[in-house]
């Protein structure tokens, strides 16, 4: 898919499944689901545990089966609120917690205490 088209194929959809067998390092495709508004499914793996609060800003799958995942999707189908309610705050966790511009200064801020460890290094030694 052509990155210019992904925004429109995520909005598109109703609900956001990544049922992952494995480690996600940090979940970038879940927060991208989060910010198009999406309520999101996920295996709890890797950084996505960092991201998704449980029945707050997405699901958690427990297990990772194909029934227990279509329970949840089901549960979201059946519970338009529920669904509303998860999109809602899963949107606003991507846009005030994950925003580049947020993300950025945060590095900046890391990599400036280093600057400043490494100089007061410097000096005492």
């Known amino acids: 898919v052509d990155e210019r088209d992904l925004p429109d194929l995520c909005r598109s959809a109703d609900i956001f499944v990544l049922p992952s067998l494995y480690g996600e390092s940090f979940g970038?495709?879940?927060?991208?689901?989060?910010?198009?508004?999406?309520?999101?499914?996920?295996?709890?793996?890797?950084?996505?545990?960092?991201?998704?609060?449980?029945?707050?800003?997405?699901?958690?799958?427990?297990?990772?089966?194909?029934?227990?995942?279509?329970?949840?999707?089901?549960?979201?189908?059946?519970?338009?609120?529920?669904r509303k309610s998860l999109a809602l705050k899963a949107r606003k966790t991507a846009v005030e917690r994950y925003d580049w511009k947020i993300v950025a200064k945060k590095v900046e801020k890391v990599y400036e205490k280093i600057l400043q460890e490494r100089i007061s290094y410097a000096i005492t030694c």
């Open 28 to 82: 970038i495709v879940v927060l991208e689901a989060m910010a198009s508004g999406l309520p999101v499914i996920a295996s709890p793996v890797g950084g996505v545990r960092e991201v998704i609060k449980n029945c707050v800003n997405g699901i958690l799958l427990k297990e990772k089966s194909p029934r227990s995942i279509a329970l949840q999707v089901l549960k979201l189908y059946q519970n338009p609120r529920l």
